[in-house]
C-alpha cells in the first residue's frame, strides 16, 4: 500500500478535510474538540497501545502525551487512537498463549485501518513489548507514510532478595518455580523472588522479546537513537518522546516513508545488531514478517551468514550478566552500532552507514560522535564472548525449511548433543512430565503440534525451558518444537521447526525413543531414522482435529503460513 506523494501544499489528509463537500467531516473533527487551526495543520497519528494489563504498557499515556507535545511544537496536531496488547509473560502457559502472537497481525490491521478511514499525513507508533512492536512496524511498513517509533523502555532488573547483591528479573521467577519443584528452594524463597523481579513499569529488564525488537528498532532506523535502552522510568525517555513527536514533522517535510527507512540494507545492519546483542529467536519471525510488508525477503540462511560475520560482543540476560540498563549506561544501541561500523571484513563494513534513518539523517551522521563507555558491557570485536552471533538457524530432515536457537544462551557442552525423543503433543503434557521428574539427563524433548496452524497461534514455551533451568538440566536436556520459545529462554532450545507437525512434516512422524542429533556448530539436526521408516510412518499419519474451532484462532489457524515464512498470512 503505497502512500500517496504530495504536491506543494498538499497533504494526505486533504481528502478528509479540505472544500466545501468535507464540511460534515470538519464539523465531526470539531466535535472532538478540534479548532480550525489544528484542522488546517498536518494530521498526526499516534497509535497509543497503553492499557493496565502489561507493565511495559501501563506508563505509555505519559509517553503519548509527550509525543503529542512534541507534535504540537513542531507545527503538527496529533489525533492519538488505541491498539490492544497481549502480556506474554500473563498469557503463558495456559489458553491465553494461543493469542498472543496472532494478536501482532489484528494490532498491523487495525493501524491500517484507522489510518486509512482517518488519513493521516504521517503517523507514530507508540509500543513497548513483544507483539505489538512489530506489530506496529508492520503496518507502517504497509501503509509507507512517514512513520515514527517511540516505545516504553525497558523495565529496570529487580534485586536479588537472596543474595547481598546481585540483579533479578522475571526469568528469575519462572526459574525459581523449577527450582521448588526439583526441591532446590523453598516457596517462601520463591515469594521473595516474585516480589522484588519487577521492580518498575517497563518491559522486562532482559533481552528477552520485547527489548530484543525495541533495539531492532533503533538498529533499523524507526527509532531515534535511545529508543531501545532509555529505561521506561527515566525522564529521559519522556524527553526522547517529546523528540520523536517532532522528528516525524521532518520526516514528513522530506517525504522520509518507511520503505525508504527499512531498505535490504536496513535489515542487514538490524541483524548484525542482533547477532551482537544475542537477541530473541523471535526477531526472526518478526522481522521477515516485517520484511515482507515492505516488499522484502530475508532468507533464513541469511541468518547464518550473518552469524558467521558478527560476534556476540554483550552478554545479556537471560544467557549473561548484564540487563538492559547496563546496556544504557554503556553507550546503548548507538554504541553497538558504531563497533560494528568501525569493524572491517576484507575491506567491507558490516554496517551501512548510509542508510538514512528517523532522525532524516544517515546511520553514519547517527553514530559519528558515538563512543562505547564500558568495554566490558560492549566488547570489542577482538574480545567477543562468542565469535559468531546470538542466533542460529538449523536445517536437516526434521526442519527442511529451517529452525532457530539462541546459541548464545546455550551451554558449551550442550552445542553438540544426541539422545532420545521424548516425544510430546502439546505444551502441558511436556510440561507435566518436566515438572514430574520424569525427564532424565540426555533426553531431547520434543514439543509438536505447536506451530502457528497447529498451536494454533505458536505458543511459547518459557514455563518448559525455564523449569529445566531451574531444575539444573540445561546443560543435560535439549527441547526442540514447532513452537517458539520467549526471549528469556536459555538452554539448548530449538524452535520455529519448519514445517510444523500440523502439515504433516517429518515432527510428525517422530516416535518416543528415537535419536534425534543437534550440532549447532554445524547448523544441523537430524532424526536418526531412515527415509522409508519416515515415509511408512507419515503414510499412517492423520491430521489432528484443530484445538480451538470457533472464533479468531480459528481463522487464523487458516491464514497463517509457516514460520519460516515470518507467520505472515497467505
Not at 243 to 261: S, V
Not at 442 to 457: K, L, N, Q, S
Request: glycine letters at 10%; proline letters at 5%.
Amino acid at each position: 500500500m503505497m502512500n500517496r506523494k504530495r504536491g506543494k501544499n498538499k497533504m494526505r489528509s486533504d481528502i478528509a478535510k479540505k472544500g466545501i463537500a468535507r464540511a460534515p467531516h470538519r464539523s465531526l473533527m470539531k466535535a472532538v474538540g478540534f479548532t480550525d487551526e489544528e484542522i488546517q495543520r498536518p494530521l498526526i497519528g499516534v497509535a497509543n497501545s497503553a492499557n493496565e494489563l502489561i507493565p511495559g504498557h501501563m506508563h505509555l499515556n505519559q509517553i503519548v502525551e509527550a509525543v503529542k507535545a512534541g507534535v504540537r511544537m513542531a507545527g503538527g496536531t496529533p489525533m492519538e487512537f488505541s491498539t490492544i496488547g497481549v502480556c506474554d509473560g500473563i498469557a503463558m502457559n495456559h489458553e491465553g498463549m494461543h493469542y498472543s502472537l496472532a494478536s501482532r497481525e489484528l494490532i498491523a490491521d487495525s493501524i491500517e485501518v484507522s489510518a486509512m478511514a482517518h488519513p493521516f499525513d504521517a503517523i507514530v507508533l507508540v509500543p513497548n513489548c513483544d507483539k505489538i512492536v512489530p506489530g506496529m512496524l508492520m503496518a507502517a511498513a504497509r501503509l509507507n507514510i512517514p512513520a515514527i517509533c517511540i516505545s516504553g523502555g525497558p523495565m529496570l532488573p529487580g534485586r536479588n532478595p537472596l543474595e547481598q547483591s546481585g540483579k533479578i528479573d522475571l526469568i528469575s521467577v519462572f526459574e525459581a518455580v523449577g527450582a521448588v519443584k526439583s526441591g532446590k528452594m523453598s516457596e517462601a524463597e520463591m515469594e521473595l523472588i516474585e516480589n522484588a523481579a519487577c521492580p518498575t513499569c517497563g518491559s522486562c529488564a532482559g533481552m528477552f522479546t520485547a527489548n530484543s525488537m525495541n533495539c531492532l528498532t533503533e538498529a533499523i532506523g524507526m527509532g531515534l537513537p535511545g529508543n531501545g535502552t532509555i529505561p521506561a522510568p527515566f525522564s529521559e525517555r519522556i524527553r526522547l518522546a517529546k523528540k520523536a513527536g517532532m522528528a516525524i514533522m521532518e520526516l514528513l517535510k522530506h517525504n522520509i516513508t518507511p520503505r525508504q527507512i527499512m531498505t535490504e540494507q536496513a535489515f542487514r545492519n538490524a541483524l548484525a545488531v542482533d547477532m551482537a546483542l544475542g537477541c530473541s529467536t523471535n526477531t526472526v519471525l518478526h522481522l521477515k514478517a516485517i520484511a515482507h510488508e515492505a516488499g522484502l525477503n530475508i532468507p533464513l540462511e541469511f541468518i547464518n551468514e550473518m552469524s558467521s560475520k558478527i560476534p556476540h560482543i554483550c552478554s545479556l540476560s537471560p544467557g549473561g550478566k548484564d540487563h538492559l540498563v547496563d546496556l544504557y549506561y554503556a553507550g546503548g544501541i548507538q554504541a553497538v552500532l558504531k563497533t560494528l561500523f568501525d569493524q572491517n571484513q576484507n575491506g567491507e563494513c558490516i554496517i551501512d552507514g548510509t542508510c538514512i534513518t528517523a532522525t532524516s539523517k544517515t546511520v553514519a551522521d547517527n553514530i559519528k560522535s558515538v563512543m562505547v563507555k564500558n568495554s566490558n558491557v560492549i566488547r570489542p570485536i577482538s574480545d567477543p564472548y562468542h565469535k559468531q552471533g546470538g542466533l542460529a538457524v538449523l536445517f536437516g530432515n526434521i526442519a527442511l525449511e529451517g529452525c532457530v536457537v539462541k546459541q548464545s544462551a546455550v551451554k558449551e557442552e550442550m552445542l553438540k548433543h544426541q539422545g532420545p525423543a521424548r516425544v510430546f503433543d502439546s505444551e502441558e503434557a511436556a510440561t507435566e512430565a518436566i515438572m514430574a521428574n520424569s525427564i532424565k539427563k540426555g533426553d531431547v524433548i520434543v514439543i509438536r503440534y505447536e506451530g502457528p496452524a497447529g498451536g494454533p497461534g505458536m505458543r511459547e514455551m518459557l514455563t518448559p525451558t525455564s523449569a529445566i533451568a531451574g531444575m539444573g538440566l540445561d546443560g543435560d536436556v535439549a527441547l526442540i518444537t514447532d513452537g517458539r520459545f520467549s526471549g528469556g529462554t536459555k538452554g539448548a532450545s530449538i524452535g520455529h521447526i519448519s514445517p510444523e507437525a500440523m502439515q504433516g512434516s517429518v515432527l510428525a512422524a517422530v516416535e518416543e525413543g528415537d535419536q534425534i542429533k543437534i550440532d549447532i556448530p554445524a547448523k544441523s539436526i537430524e532424526l536418526l531414522v531412515s527415509d522409508e521408516e519416515i515415509r511408512a510412518r507419515l503414510s499412517k499419519w492423520r491430521r489432528p482435529e484443530p484445538k480451538i474451532k470457533t472464533g479468531y484462532m480459528a481463522r487464523y489457524a487458516k491464514q497463517v503460513t509457516s514460520a519460516g515464512n515470518g507467520a505472515v498470512f497467505a
